[in-house]
């Protein structure tokens, strides 16, 4: 799932509101699951909890990974959504945030020649990222006699660098896609609403009521979903065209004249 943000949201004159999403992925494409709008000062640190909080108190709904832009990136909070919500909030790292140096610029972790260690697994039971050495790196390595061959990193230590998603690896790679994929979505979705003046407006004031109306966005735009979902696999092959066809005949029926 991705959290997300749509910024620059108008709402009057003076005041501009956020809007904070879950989104779940589908054949279709992102589905919101529910969101939350808050004033524009508002930190976005201050929000992936409170997403999670609500997100954990739907039934039925189990999440295990959690991606999230660098808005969100906070060491503190990834450590709560774990230890205490038991999903890992991904994000990627801020330019100055501090690499450990055993990990490339990307942040990919390495062994002592240099090379990318793959990722093995994580360990819930002490929160460790294990990464083992790539066997046919080992075979020409002087010192294979003393490498222990396998490496183990504490997420308390570094959230952001040894949590169950690594930097760089294809899970964090396949989430970061579909994070870009929902600010495409949701940039479909508001640019209609750019008015001359570049303002990203709603047809609606005040936050309590901006915030009905991405309800009821977001409600409309899952119940199209769900209606193009049993179509396709539920309805008969060609139902809908038929279902027009007969309509069609019922009317020219009934539009010829009555005889005498």
Known sequence: MACSAIKSTKTNSLSVTVKHSIVCPSPKG?????????????ADVKVMLPLIDMMKKIEGLQVEYLVADLGYFDSDD?????????????????????IPEHCSPKGTPEGE???????????KEDYTAWFPAAEEK?????????????WGDSFLDNPFFHGPVPQGSALQE???????????????????????????????????????WFILRDAFRLVERMIAHVRQ??????????MKKLQEIQVEQISLPLAG
């Open 233 to 242: 696999t539920v309805l008969p092959v060609q139902h809908v065209a038929a």
């Open 30 to 42: 992102p589905v919101v699951l529910f969101s939350i709008v808050l004033p524009n000062e508002t």
């Open 138 to 150: 080992c075979a020409a390595c002087p010192l294979q006699g003393k490498c222990q061959k396998q």
């Open 174 to 212: 396949h989430m970061m896609g579909f994070r870009k994929q929902v600010e495409l979505a949701f940039a479909q979705e508001f640019n209609p609403l750019t008015s001359v003046m570049k303002h990203k407006k709603v047809t609606v004031r005040t936050t309590e009521r901006v915030e009905k």
């Open 78 to 98: 990834q450590k709560e959504s774990l230890l205490t919500h038991d999903v890992a909030a991904v994000t990627g790292f801020k330019t100055n945030t501090k």
């Open 113 to 123: 020649q240099g090379h990318v260690l793959m990722f093995d697994g994580f360990d």
